[in-house]
Nanobody, 126 residues
Framework: VQLQASGGGLVQAGGSLRLSCAAS????????MGWFRQPPGREREFVAA????????YSADSVKGRFTISRDNAKNTVYLQMNSLKPEDTAVYYC????????????????????WGKGTQVTVSS
């Protein structure tokens, strides 16, 4: 499956952005989907993940209450709505897909996914 993320940009602290990730080349509804990010000078970190059917999600503590992952299986697209953005949210954001949906602890402790798209830059100014 190929993944293409879009929607990044420059935004002021407190603002919002919605990232989109379009999937092709696979059966979208059979994949768990996720968002990860890599801040400058740091390792990749988990942001959010969603099961195939959308009935289960996990989010990192740092984004809970501010970021929401969603998916539209009819459009082969996963979204990340980001509200109340902070300068520490500045990162390259990557969408990812996996044929399996793991428990939250897997993602919280650095687990990744099988397929990755190119990232989209999000910069939050103070």
């Amino acid at each position: 499956v190929q993944l293409q993320a879009s929607g990044g940009g420059l935004v002021q602290a407190g603002g919002s952005l919605r990232l989109s990730c379009a999937a092709s080349g696979g059966t979208f509804g059979t994949y768990a989907m996720g968002w990860f990010r890599q801040p400058p000078g740091r390792e990749r970190e988990f942001v959010a993940a969603m099961a195939r059917s959308g009935d289960s999600t996990y989010s990192a503590d740092s984004v809970k209450g501010r970021f929401t992952i969603s998916r539209d299986n009819a459009k082969n697209t996963v979204y990340l709505q980001m509200n109340s953005l902070k300068p520490e949210d500045t990162a390259v954001y990557y969408c990812a897909a996996d044929s399996r949906f793991y428990s939250g602890s897997y993602y919280y402790t650095g687990g990744g996914m099988d397929y990755w798209g190119k990232g989209t830059q999000v910069t939050v100014s103070s």
